[in-house]
């Protein structure tokens, strides 16, 4: 089992549910998009560079998806709180996903690379 794996299996329910199917969202949403764990959360990477991650909110104990570079986005419904480059996307794990939304996230921080706004280092 990997790392990113473990992370997953310690959560409680219903948070490891909502995560899990969170990780799957995500992965579907292209090829090139990789989950590994970095600094103790799952990080999505797309062709390397990290471009999203999964996390549960301090105070309200709700899962939330980070976006790396938020700073990017004008949706309202994202918050950025006191971070200066990533905003957040709050989630309940008592309500039904907002799959369409998500999707639409997840699509929008991917094509940051894709298009070249931020750069992905070549190997």
């Known amino acids: ?12 329910e ?5 995560l899990l199917a969170l990780k799957e969202i995500i992965l579907k949403q292209d090829e090139d998009i990789t989950n590994v764990l970095k600094y103790g959360m799952p ?8 471009f999203c991650y999964l ?14 570079e938020g700073k ?3 949706e309202s419904f ?10 957040i996307m709050m989630l309940s794990s008592n309500e039904d996903l907002p799959i369409d939304r998500i999707e639409k996230i997840v699509q929008k921080a991917i094509n940051l690379y894709k298009t070249g706004i931020v750069k ?4």
Do not use: A
């Open 1 to 12: 089992m990997k790392e990113v794996d473990n992370f997953y299996e310690r959560q409680e």
């Open 14 to 18: 219903p948070l490891r549910e909502v």
């Open 43 to 50: 990080f999505f990477c797309y062709k390397g560079k990290m």
């Open 55 to 68: 996390w549960i909110h301090k105070k309200n104990k709700q899962p939330y998806i980070g976006i790396v």
């Open 72 to 74: 990017h986005f004008d």
């Open 78 to 87: 994202l918050i950025q709180e006191s971070r200066s480059r990533m905003k």
């Open 120 to 123: 992905i280092k070549n190997k």
